[in-house]
């Protein structure tokens, strides 16, 4: 199977280059990029000089699957015309992840490009949406802090054990803000809360919470903050735990586990882990791991999550989804152990 | 006036002895260390050579004020005997901060070598105890999270325009910790919470909040990060707004604005800050960032509050009721601005 | 085949452990500890959970190929018996690396266990040693500063272009001291010389210069630093060029660069490149990139070359070697690309 | 005494900025720059809010010292006409620091736009430059690189124990390349060096060590790298030791140490260490710490030495001469301790 990524020179795109390169099932024929068109691969990134592509202005050949590693808007102007052609497209953008077109509108300022393909487009989380990525001739890719907000928050959501009460309060590395953003000196040895009047990722993560919640009316606050690191999103979610839900105490977190083991019980990628994880216990893998546990004094569910998010919060998840499409097993080319330390 | 410091081989010790020996008005006579005992301070911290000071195992000449920066319990047991010979003592220690003696032994394990001197013991949180700080023979610096959170919600507290169900998800760097912890490798390109089933410093923060709600009824979640940095603490904190107190939207963002401003206008030390602060912008001075804001969305206020846990979350702090304990100005040997970038 | 590593629980055990695993030829089946035995693999290296292992006092079973990730003397202690059974040995230790036993006492304090087994041994520098470790029983793996000072220099070095005196000032991250040192707050924003009085990879670096010089004099200064990073060895090698050898100027540089180039034309591990490399760019893979050049001014040539200490600086390499003498190709598990950022 | 700062906003401004507001004897009244004129200082660096300036387009009032923090050429364009009315100036750019025109404008690509004033300009390397520091009427301040190199050299060039063949291997932190500039996930975890085609600081260094030596003809070699912190510099300075000088071995070192310490034994800003420094302890202050050793296998000298290179490598240096041309003590305003950790 051939495959094309259009706008490689980002994080986002390289990573996508780096984990397809070693994929035993598909090739990488064609990336694209605006400024770097013209250029080696290898001359923005050295470290995929052995990938011997050059960039492009637009994708040549005929392709099974292309991914979009555009900006919103840029984006859904490019992938539309793929979609109607029916090539697999697997957008990394935000342009397909909001069902609601007025939400798109009010948060990314921009009238929707292709709004005729937002409803059959699949919100590729794969763990909630599975037997629809399957099928899917469009996938749109999570974004970074929503998959790690939203796997961490599920199986309680699901199960109805919280109240729709929530607090996602994120930490994020430096990479997610794309290249070239953020001098050195004055975010090293510093932390910051940003976006607080209202991030774009928080649509995102309301939508699914509505969705496991049944209903429209989950009240979410979520406050990204930026720690000194290049990769690595950890995600602190606290809700109250319902008081007909629980006892209280050590019964409470016992069946929270099991809810959550439950939950993720048969899935590749997201680990139920004992002990509070560290986001460097998934640098360069596809996993997310979750601790989930309740302060008991407070009543409250508190569940921590982590990923890497140049992988499983963009590129690693972008190549699940792909398995999924093409009909390979779901963690084909992702087995890759994090790099620890 | 001569003062002195047990313990200075920490580095609430070495910070202590760095702000004092630039201060005018003291002369740090006397420097105590158990295994650094007999050694020159400046083998210890080279960067305090010209203090030209021998580390003794107990503190020599007579003494106006001693800093005690040993672990809790032993500081209680060092500097019972001083408080009863009449010495001025600021205990960097958790030993006279908590006024239950019950919660102190459940959190901390451990009888209190001094129970008798728990009750006149002033909770040295300048700000909210000026007054009593004053007069005071013995002060309880409160710690590094407790300062940034309490001073972060002190003001809606006060003003009962939250609810009592606070959620403060702190992110410390690692100097917090103590000396020699965290080996680099494990820590540097990471972020994790920790102490998920409850930190020390979380009592500490109920007892202030609850002082200042009038009531011992707060429910509160405290939960904190390391991230890889050296020096800062980041308190988030989230409460629900009283109904009644506000209507939505950018009225109730003006009105916390104005409670807070108005709460801090005196301040030197406390700043109500127009941006998000970063905790680089508090560096090696004594300062507090707060900024508090509304999700209007959720209802929610939300504070961002940041430090340098050594100075304003230790070694700082300590010095200022030093200040207001023998007289001299409240900044005084701590007008110096942060170091940026 | 079956493999072990003797002394899983150290950075260079825990990545071959990591390698190992996705090795499609070789079965990771024994990994001993010393105060881990008894554990699970993934208790001590949550990143390693999947490897399904549990750490033993001792080998079990009948292994092809053992590992040993011991420090020096404990190593040669414990593999001379392997050695005598006949089981293919690759150390990771010191104790094989110095053929003169007298240079290895006077540097390593301590007699040789196993001085027999000195001479047969094979200096698992690959790419000048790659017909030796074919048919070898027991391979020393190199230094990390010794792997990328020797593949900095031995171009320049056999072609006989630089006079032999020699300057290579090392610049490390923190792994390479191994797990549990260094503490993050006095490490971190801070760059340090030591072993100025000499340092234990200084012979082997001489060892491999002189046999490529064909002398015994070779002048050599060997000044490693430490650098805020985890991993990752960037080694700035500094020589006289001869006189006779070249012109001066762009012509000297090109020459340099032939010289290079023609050295390393047929490595998978070695790239020669065009700008001067960054330790990020071999992040997590088995490669060294040298930069070579010349001061046109001063009559030197100057060669920067890195490296991720933890793998071409040990565990790769180490892997690498095992190809050889397994006879599977030599980049087998090993062709993973950097992570990057 | 009044005191302007034409652009204050890089970092050498804004350090400049810092410490004259600490100073008790000089009052900042004017600070200009080009984008941010019309801003209050503290809304482009908050961490200065306290010093109540507006930033101008051109400087304001009657000043009795202006220091320029222009880039170089438009500094002397801008300071030219100051020097010709009388006004004292301390120049943080490179414009005249070297005093052979041609020099200047083969590495500057610039004709000099003020070469009138070359000659007379003193160099403010103070520690070597003192007598003429204090009557000048311009100073130029030394790079952050030639600071540290030369201080490192000065003592042994002087008295003539070295050969002429100097090799300086420097790492700076990213600070040093003034705002904005390396983001962060590019840096992070990564070392390179740069500039090896020649880096604008070597005739500097090659300048001042000419002088010392009394000769034009020493070969220097200067490598310049990039480290992972915000502040700091440190230079690893290699020089054949003169045969004649020493005998080989402990008299050396200790002959050296001799030499060192009695070069600097009057300096309140230069310390001879006993043990390789580390940069961190230079954080914040003005001090240069110096370690002479001798490699006695190589027979070579090896100096460290380290500094903040935004302090004594900027704009402390520049208040250092100040000090001096104003007849205050030369440490008024720079008394602060290293920051550590």
Wanted: aromatic share 6%; glycine share 8%.
């Amino acid at each position: 199977m051939k495959v094309g990524i259009i706008n490689v020179s980002g994080y986002a795109g390289s990573e996508l280059a780096r984990i397809l390169h070693s994929h035993p099932e598909v090739e990488l024929a064609s990336v694209t990029g605006r400024s770097a068109a013209g250029k080696r691969l290898g001359e923005i990134y050295p470290h995929l000089e052995r990938l011997d592509l050059t960039i492009t202005p637009d994708l040549t050949g005929s392709l099974d699957v292309v991914f979009s590693a555009l900006p919103h808007a840029a984006s859904a102007e490019r992938v539309g015309p793929l979609v109607e052609q029916g090539v697999n497209v697997i957008d990394l953008s935000a342009d397909f992840r909001l069902k609601d077109l007025s939400v798109y509108e009010e948060w990314y300022k921009v009238e929707h490009p292709c709004p005729q393909y937002v409803e059959d487009a699949v919100y590729g989380l794969t763990e909630l949406h599975r037997t629809e990525v399957a099928p899917a001739s469009l996938v749109a890719v999570p974004g970074c802090y929503p998959t790690a907000s939203i796997l961490g928050l599920a199986p309680a959501m699901k199960a109805g054990i919280i109240e729709p009460d929530i607090i996602v309060d994120a930490k994020s590395g430096v990479s997610g803000a794309g290249r070239g953003k953020f001098p050195y000196s004055e975010v090293n040895e510093s932390v910051m809360a940003y976006s607080l009047d209202g991030h774009r990722h928080m649509p995102e993560i309301s939508q699914e919470l509505d969705r496991l919640d049944g209903s429209a009316d989950v009240a979410l606050t979520f406050v990204p903050h930026l720690v000194p690191m290049t990769r690595g999103i950890l995600a602190s979610c606290y809700a109250p735990l319902k008081k007909a839900a629980f006892a209280s105490g050590d019964v409470a977190k016992a069946r929270v586990r099991e809810v959550y083991n439950d939950f993720y019980s048969d899935e590749s990628f997201v680990t139920v882990v004992d002990e509070p994880p560290m986001t460097k216990h998934t640098l360069g893998n596809n996993c997310c791991l979750v601790y989930p546990t309740v302060d008991t004094r407070a009543g409250r569910l508190v569940v921590i999550s982590c990923l890497d998010n140049l992988i499983k919060g963009a590129a690693g998840q972008a190549v699940q989804n792909m398995n999924l499409m093409l009909g390979y097993p779901e963690d084909e080319g992702l087995r890759q152990l994090a790099i620890y330390p």
